[in-house]
């Protein structure tokens, strides 16, 4: 049943967004009992977080090469593929274009907090390798990694180009004022 | 005429996001001729760009205060404060809200091409003043900078601490593995 109801979830939060979907109508889509979905996940907004969730688990596992850059880059190359896509894209859009509401909000907390309590997880295994400072917040590494591709997604509507997650994650790493092999700054 | 017409624009944009605005509307609030406006502007879209660049040059000056890192921090202190005003805040949410029609996507691309424009002189500048390699692009400098505060007020929703903006140009000037005080680092 699980199944059959988060896929009906995301397939009506694509089609109709964060504000529109409602229980009646993801119980129809997937053949159950409304009061059944009420039973497993409590109320639209446990249901809602769940299937976002599970949407990102599978468009986005977390990566583990070894290095932090090459954790950063697989990890921005995932988002940048899945925030194109139409499901991804729609999902960013639902979340960009609901509203401020106390039960709207608490979703979006809930969902973010989770996505970075995942993704989080290679900035933390990088400062256990000695790669970062132990002093580095996860949440702001993998927030300034994925901010500039959410804003070409949702304000810009600027095309993702292939080599945009590499440069990000040279800049973010080293330093806009380091870019330049060092080699060539003098010449 | 301009500035009542503007500052009407402004408004409706705000009250009624970037597809519900209408010229007729526009030509009321600000007790002109249709006409007029259309004599003078040509299109509902050019009007549109006009009045949300005269917004964003009065709200979001680019400073010079002679270091990029004077530049950087005082330009995203200044945005944040215009993206967490009423103002600020419905235009942003208005661009992300809107279709990607031809005619709406011209407009977005007219009005980051503008803003980027702008704002871009400030690593131009330290280009020339040798704070930034030669091979540097303004504007992957200027979207690193402002994406992530965009980030929250459209999708995320966190406030924006008042430390944000210095903490965003020191992890992009130098990078986050050396973000911690070097005497410290093995210590």
Same mark, same amino acid.
């Given at each position: =049943?699980?199944?059959?109801?988060?896929?009906a979830?995301?397939?009506?939060?694509?089609? *109709?967004?964060?504000?529109?979907?409602?229980?009646?109508?993801?119980?129809?889509?997937?053949?159950?009992?409304?009061?059944? +979905?009420?039973r497993?996940?409590?109320?639209?907004?446990n249901?809602?977080i769940?299937?976002?969730?599970?949407?990102?688990?599978? *468009?986005?596992?977390?990566?583990?090469?070894g290095?932090?850059?090459g &954790?950063? +880059?697989?990890?921005?190359?995932?988002l940048?593929?899945?925030?194109t896509?139409?499901?991804?894209?729609?999902?960013?859009?639902a979340?960009?274009?609901?509203?401020? &509401?106390?039960?709207?909000q608490?979703?979006?907390?809930?969902?973010?907090?989770?996505?970075?309590? *995942?993704?989080? *997880? +290679?900035?933390?295994r990088?400062?256990?390798?000695?790669?970062?400072?132990?002093?580095?917040?996860? #949440?702001?590494?993998?927030? =300034?990694?994925?901010?500039?591709?959410?804003?070409?997604?949702?304000?810009?509507r600027?095309?993702?180009?292939? &080599? =945009?997650?590499? #440069? +990000?994650?040279?800049?973010?790493?080293?330093?806009?004022?380091?870019a330049v &092999?060092?080699r060539? #700054?003098?010449?």
């Amino acid at each position: =049943m699980r199944a059959a109801v988060i896929e009906a979830t995301n397939q009506l939060l694509q089609d *109709q967004g964060l504000t529109g979907l409602t229980v009646s109508e993801v119980a129809r889509r997937a053949q159950v009992n409304e009061t059944s +979905i009420y039973r497993r996940w409590g109320t639209r907004e446990n249901l809602i977080i769940d299937a976002l969730l599970a949407d990102a688990a599978e *468009q986005l596992p977390v990566p583990d090469s070894g290095t932090l850059r090459g &954790d950063l +880059i697989a990890y921005s190359t995932a988002l940048a593929r899945y925030l194109t896509s139409p499901a991804g894209n729609a999902l960013d859009r639902a979340l960009a274009s609901a509203g401020d &509401d106390p039960a709207t909000q608490r979703l979006r907390d809930q969902y973010w907090d989770a996505r970075y309590a *995942q993704s989080g *997880q +290679i900035a933390t295994r990088a400062i256990e390798r000695g790669e970062l400072p132990d002093t580095t917040d996860p #949440r702001f590494v993998l927030e =300034m990694l994925v901010a500039p591709l959410h804003f070409r997604i949702v304000l810009t509507r600027e095309p993702l180009e292939p &080599d =945009m997650p590499a #440069r +990000i994650v040279d800049a973010l790493l080293h330093g806009l004022v380091t870019a330049v &092999d060092p080699r060539n #700054r003098d010449g």
